[in-house]
């Protein structure tokens, strides 16, 4: 069995969070479902405190945290929706928060960091970069490490989106989800599973940053290199625990490529009414594709985020 929270831990993230995170809704598309011949169901946790599931599990590991390890602080690197959500957290429990944010992170996602009171350390676009600046942090202040996706309290965390997705949609044959650490996929994978035994998880990447479709191919852990993609929340690696989880519980991964991801977010702010960021687009491309025969199956879509940074399609 591979390493990751067991479903007790996720009942108890999902009593630990309830204070401090919304129950987002669970939206349909008729126009989503002709276009991929499903019954598509959207969790949309762009609707979400901070914009984004992140918010869920550094939650989770953050009031986890005794009083004293809490007082000083935690640290953490993300290109932006996690260092939010930590940054919120962190405000909640009053303690102070340093969050490593690399120089091309969204504009808008640096300014929600800065407002939820963390203090912002830029790096280079190289997740060596982000870890070696967090590890000088953590050495200078003995904060603690809330890591974006290699943590079983933030995998538990975002496991919780996938048990109010099922327990609002019902039996569902698939559920698509995003993959860059694998928190989220390593999450919806075990509460899904664990809920109904016989659904299959499908993750969705981005073609230009594809090192877990990679990993899971060769069988050992892939990394980027590059990830030149417009899915900026979609440009991390797998962990060595997520890679396990996910060999273990994961059908397939979907690549899509940038042309794919971009008329898929269009297509959600016109059909839907909603705005999602490129991440959550990744998996309605993979949905709508035809990549996956998905005819007259039911599958539940994760929609990641929301927080877009608008000047990137617009200024032009």
Not at 14 to 35: F, Q
Not at 52 to 74: D, H, M, P, Q
Not at 99 to 110: C, D, G, H
Not at 182 to 203: C, D, K, Y
Request: aromatic letters at 6%.
């Amino acid at each position: 069995m591979a390493s990751g929270p067991d479903f007790e831990q996720i009942r108890q993230a999902r009593e630990r969070i309830a204070p401090y995170v919304y129950r987002t809704p669970v939206l349909r598309s008729a126009s989503l479902d002709r276009a991929s011949g499903a019954r598509l169901f959207f969790k949309c946790e762009n609707f979400q405190r901070t914009g984004s599931f992140k918010i869920r599990g550094a939650t989770n590991a953050i009031y986890s945290l005794g009083e004293g390890i809490a007082s000083r602080g935690v640290v953490t690197h993300s290109s932006g929706n996690h260092g939010a959500a930590v940054a919120y957290a962190a405000r909640g429990r009053h303690i102070p928060a340093w969050v490593v944010v690399p120089e091309n992170a969204p504009e808008i996602k640096r300014r929600a960091i800065a407002d939820f009171g963390a203090e912002i350390v830029t790096s280079k676009p190289t997740l060596d970069s982000r870890e070696s600046a967090a590890r000088e942090i953590l050495d200078r202040t003995g904060a603690t490490l809330i890591h974006p996706y290699d943590d079983d309290r933030i995998i538990a965390g975002q496991a919780t989106a996938t048990v109010e997705l099922i327990e609002e949609a019902g039996e569902l044959d698939y559920i698509f989800a995003p993959v860059s650490g694998g928190g989220l996929l390593s999450g919806t994978a075990i509460a899904a599973q664990s809920l109904q035994p016989r659904i299959r998880i499908v993750g969705c990447e981005p073609a230009r940053a594809d090192d877990a479709f990679r990993s899971l191919k060769s069988g050992h852990l892939e990394k980027n290199v590059t990830a030149d993609t417009i899915a900026d929340g979609l440009r991390a690696s797998l962990a060595e625990r997520t890679f396990a989880i996910l060999r273990e519980r994961l059908d397939r991964i979907i690549l899509v490529e940038e042309s794919e991801i971009i008329a898929a977010m269009r297509l959600v702010w016109e059909r839907m009414k909603i705005i999602i960021e490129p991440s959550s687009a990744v998996p309605v491309a993979a949905a709508i594709s035809g990549k996956l025969d998905l005819s007259g199956r039911r599958v539940g879509i994760v929609l990641s985020g929301g927080n877009v940074d608008l000047a990137r399609f617009f200024d032009s």
